[in-house]
């Protein structure tokens, strides 16, 4: 038998063996902590490219900007303006394409499972409505899996990988057109499939690629469609657009142009300058404008309202105008709140630690693995998040007394949603009239519906108290709920493939 030090492989008089550290990328091994030497703790890709974004000011750059006059100088800026109005409003429509086909796929998938529950209540065929249930959350991700193995840089939110360009790496792949569409249609089926997944981090990624890509007015994908647009070919103005499109597509997802201003200023980007701060607030504001007008249009007829701004809205936090005693919160509110951060803090703390073990775990045991047996992982994990949510509606359901007021609220405040918006995804799974099923409620809906629940209808309330801040602390400890459940399912499933 040959040694095995300073090589991959084993090899004897039959055959060679070579170990799984083949297949890992240099940054798996530096996560995983398994180099040896400390000039491998750096090991740069041979696909990874380096971007420039410093200005080389040499004579033909001086003769060059000499040339240039005021009115070339104004045009330029005017059509960057422009070109930052049309990568909001795109970024915008993106969101708009995912989240119409999510809420289509959801209501067909939960009108089908909803109609087989009620009559195989009565002659006892639930297995038939499980069935059907799996059937399409295992298609949806099924598709959503192909989808990654047709583009493995779409996996994930693309988060790391634009803040990677932002900073000067560019990943081969991280701002195609390709790439945009296998995220696009990945988030849209892995969200229709049940899983406990959301829409929003993948809409900076999305807004990335379309701030690449637009300004060039051409594609790698698309090579036979050539147009002459002489402006913004260096990777600096590209960088510019690129953070403009990442700050929209938080923008979009939360309906928040500041916020995304933020993101893009503070996490994003290393290189900044003041009038870039500018452009990426407009671009931030048409693409909250844009996602507000067609959803709003959309989904309640009435064209020019603005009532969504966001992917995700749950609802307007309003006194009643009979009360004037009302206030949304008090000073007595503020310890809570405070209470709410620490919580939130420490749960945030030990879910990061666990995901960052569960990361790991996964880049020794599955990823070296081939291909197919990844797509068995997330088949894996829909067929178990599946039956647990479907057993637990079932089972661990309880009826619940519907809101009859016109305005749901309590004698602090009003939350500005009729009783038919929020009646209207109840779930009464097993209950008689004027009742229905609170777990099924909460996994029988999309996830937006599911919060607006949780904040609107009374009887979810978990404590008998009318404070705006435990009403806020139930939700978040629900939600981390969800999310550690969903963690405990990952890891019995990585245990099954292992094993």
Same mark, same amino acid.
């Given at each position: 038998?040959?040694?095995?030090?300073?090589?991959?492989?084993?090899?004897? +008089? $039959?055959?060679?063996?070579?170990?799984?550290?083949?297949?890992?990328?240099?940054?798996?091994?530096?996560?995983?902590?398994?180099?040896?030497?400390?000039?491998?703790?750096?090991?740069?890709?041979?696909?990874?490219?380096?971007?420039?974004?410093?200005? !080389?000011?040499?004579?033909?750059?001086?003769?060059?900007?000499?040339?240039?006059?005021?009115?070339?100088?104004? +045009?330029?800026?005017?059509?960057? $303006?422009?070109?930052?109005?049309?990568?909001?409003? !795109?970024?915008?429509?993106?969101?708009?394409?995912?989240?119409?086909?999510?809420?289509?796929?959801?209501?067909?998938?939960?009108?089908?499972?909803?109609?087989?529950?009620?009559?195989?209540?009565?002659?006892?065929?639930?297995?038939?409505?499980?069935?059907?249930?799996?059937?399409?959350?295992?298609?949806?991700?099924?598709?959503?899996?192909?989808?990654?193995?047709?583009?493995?840089?779409?996996?994930?939110?693309?988060?790391?990988?634009?803040?990677?360009?932002?900073?000067?790496?560019?990943?081969?792949?991280?701002? #195609?057109? #390709?790439?945009?569409?296998?995220?696009?249609?990945?988030?849209?089926?892995?969200?229709?499939?049940?899983?406990?997944?959301?829409?929003?981090?993948?809409?900076?990624?999305?807004?990335?690629?379309?701030?690449?890509?637009?300004?060039?007015?051409?594609?790698?994908?698309?090579?036979?469609?050539?147009?002459?647009?002489?402006?913004? #070919?260096?990777?600096?103005?590209?960088?510019?657009?690129?953070?403009?499109?990442?700050?929209?597509?938080?923008?979009?997802?939360?309906?928040?142009?500041?916020?995304?201003?933020?993101?893009?200023?503070?996490?994003?980007?290393?290189?900044?300058?003041?009038?870039?701060? $500018?452009?990426?607030?407009?671009?931030?504001?048409?693409?909250?404008?844009?996602?507000?007008?067609?959803?709003?249009?959309?989904?309640?007829?009435? $064209?020019?309202?603005?009532?969504?701004?966001?992917?995700?809205?749950?609802?307007?936090?309003?006194?009643?105008?009979?009360?004037?005693? !009302?206030?949304?919160?008090?000073?007595?509110?503020?310890?809570?709140?405070?209470?709410?951060?620490?919580?939130?803090?420490?749960?945030?703390?030990?879910?990061?630690?666990?995901?960052?073990?569960?990361?790991?775990?996964?880049?020794?045991?599955?990823?070296?693995?081939?291909?197919?047996? +990844?797509?068995?992982?997330?088949?894996?994990?829909?067929?178990?998040?599946?039956?647990?949510?479907?057993?637990?509606?079932?089972?661990?359901?309880?009826?619940?007394?519907?809101?009859?007021?016109?305005?749901?609220?309590?004698?602090?405040?009003?939350?500005?949603?009729?009783?038919?918006?929020?009646?209207?995804?109840?779930?009464?799974?097993?209950?008689?009239?004027?009742?229905?099923?609170?777990?099924?409620?909460?996994?029988?809906?999309?996830?937006?519906?599911?919060?607006?629940?949780?904040?609107?209808?009374?009887?979810?309330?978990?404590?008998?108290?009318?404070?705006?801040?435990?009403?806020?602390? +139930?939700?978040?400890?629900?939600?981390?709920?969800?999310?550690?459940?969903?963690?405990?399912?990952?890891?019995?499933?990585?245990?099954?493939?292992?094993?």
């Amino acid at each position: 038998m040959a040694g095995c030090r300073g090589s991959l492989c084993c090899c004897c +008089r $039959w055959c060679c063996c070579c170990g799984e550290r083949e297949t890992r990328t240099p940054e798996e091994l530096t996560i995983l902590g398994e180099t040896q030497e400390e000039e491998d703790e750096i090991l740069p890709r041979k696909d990874y490219e380096s971007l420039d974004y410093d200005r !080389c000011i040499n004579d033909p750059y001086l003769e060059v900007l000499e040339t240039m006059d005021n009115k070339k100088g104004r +045009r330029y800026e005017a059509v960057k $303006w422009m070109v930052v109005f049309a990568i909001g409003v !795109c970024t915008g429509l993106v969101g708009l394409f995912v989240d119409f086909f999510v809420r289509l796929f959801t209501q067909l998938k939960f009108g089908v499972v909803q109609t087989s529950v009620e009559e195989c209540s009565l002659k006892g065929c639930l297995a038939l409505s499980l069935l059907e249930l799996l059937g399409f959350n295992l298609t949806f991700v099924f598709l959503g899996s192909l989808l990654v193995l047709i583009e493995p840089v779409a996996a994930g939110s693309g988060i790391p990988e634009i803040k990677c360009y932002l900073n000067g790496v560019k990943i081969p792949g991280i701002v #195609r057109l #390709r790439t945009l569409l296998c995220k696009a249609f990945g988030v849209l089926f892995s969200v229709a499939g049940g899983l406990f997944v959301g829409k929003e981090g993948p809409m900076i990624h999305s807004g990335a690629v379309v701030g690449a890509g637009l300004p060039q007015f051409q594609s790698i994908s698309l090579r036979k469609i050539q147009i002459n647009f002489p402006y913004f #070919r260096s990777d600096r103005d590209k960088r510019d657009f690129v953070s403009a499109g990442a700050a929209a597509g938080v923008a979009a997802a939360f309906g928040a142009p500041i916020g995304g201003t933020l993101f893009s200023l503070e996490e994003g980007s290393s290189f900044w300058n003041q009038g870039l701060t $500018w452009k990426v607030l407009f671009c931030s504001m048409s693409a909250t404008f844009t996602l507000n007008f067609f959803r709003s249009g959309i989904q309640f007829g009435s $064209w020019g309202s603005f009532q969504l701004p966001g992917l995700l809205n749950f609802g307007e936090f309003k006194c009643s105008d009979s009360d004037k005693k !009302c206030h949304l919160w008090t000073a007595m509110d503020l310890g809570f709140f405070v209470v709410m951060g620490v919580i939130g803090g420490l749960l945030g703390a030990t879910f990061n630690c666990l995901n960052k073990r569960l990361a790991k775990y996964r880049m020794r045991n599955v990823h070296p693995k081939p291909k197919l047996v +990844r797509v068995f992982e997330s088949l894996l994990v829909s067929l178990v998040t599946t039956v647990v949510v479907f057993v637990a509606s079932m089972v661990l359901g309880e009826c619940r007394q519907m809101s009859p007021s016109s305005q749901i609220g309590n004698d602090s405040f009003l939350l500005q949603v009729t009783s038919e918006d929020v009646n209207s995804s109840i779930k009464t799974f097993f209950c008689p009239n004027e009742t229905y099923n609170d777990m099924a409620t909460l996994f029988f809906n999309p996830q937006e519906s599911a919060i607006l629940q949780l904040f609107h209808q009374d009887a979810l309330s978990l404590w008998p108290c009318s404070s705006s801040s435990i009403s806020c602390l +139930r939700v978040g400890l629900t939600a981390f709920l969800f999310q550690a459940a969903f963690l405990c399912l990952l890891c019995c499933v990585e245990l099954l493939l292992d094993v």
